[in-house]
């Protein structure tokens, strides 16, 4: 069952409510222009019967009006050729013909009326169907922005994302040059005697110089 029933619920259709109300307004606005596009077509095939009716109609008057004037004629004749039942007879086929004429002029008269009101009705038609594919058009635009601007937004999260990953892999490469500059202090006190032990050790070897020295003086001193 479509959106619409009648010719009248299309023209009538208040169309930014109808978006309004709906879960999904681009798929909404789609049925809209689908039906309305058949329905127009609908109409545009009412317009086009109408009109092969009225051509047929004006034919079949022209003949009418031919048929009427050949009788006429021959009433006409026939009072000229004091053959009075002829020429009512003639008569009686002329009005014959007057009276079909009468009714199909009738109906061209309603003929040309409907087609006006159908000629009408598929401009008010068409009408309606330019403002739904205008806010089809307005639609797009905004879920083609809403989706550049969703972009940019994810674009700047990411941006972000990678600026503060990038300031603590900055920070952690501190605190590594930190650590092992920590390492290599460690490292060289390890491997590096204490001064002060050195010194001690200097000082021993010092005193013992000496006082080799000093006994080598007493024995040269007594043996003399």
Known sequence: M????????????????????????EKMIRLIIQEME?????VRAAAAKNIAEQKTHTRQMGSL????????????????KNREDLA????????????????????????????????????RLHEKLSEARRRQAALILRKESAQVR???????????IEETMSKFERYQ???????????????????????SLV????????DETIEQELAEMKKKTIAA
């Open 65 to 80: 009006k031919e048929s009427i004037k050949h009788w006429h004629g021959r009433a006409e004749l026939a009072v000229t």
């Open 88 to 123: 009512k007879s003639a008569l009686t086929e002329k009005h014959k013909y007057q009276g079909d004429l009468t009714l199909l002029e009738a109906e061209s008269e309603q003929l040309a009326d409907c087609l006006i009101q159908v000629q009408e009705d598929a401009s």
């Open 38 to 42: 058949e329905t127009l077509v609908e």
């Open 2 to 25: 479509g959106l619409f029933t009648r010719f009248t619920d299309i023209v009538n259709a208040n169309l930014n409510s109808m978006l309004d109300k709906a879960e999904q307004p």
């Open 199 to 206: 010194a001690e050790f200097a000082t021993l070897e010092k």
């Open 150 to 160: 969703l972009k940019v937004r994810e674009q700047a999260a990411i941006y972000n």
């Open 173 to 195: 490469q501190k605190v590594d040059r930190v650590e092992a500059q920590i390492e290599a202090y460690d490292l060289m006190k390890e491997t590096t005697p204490d001064n």
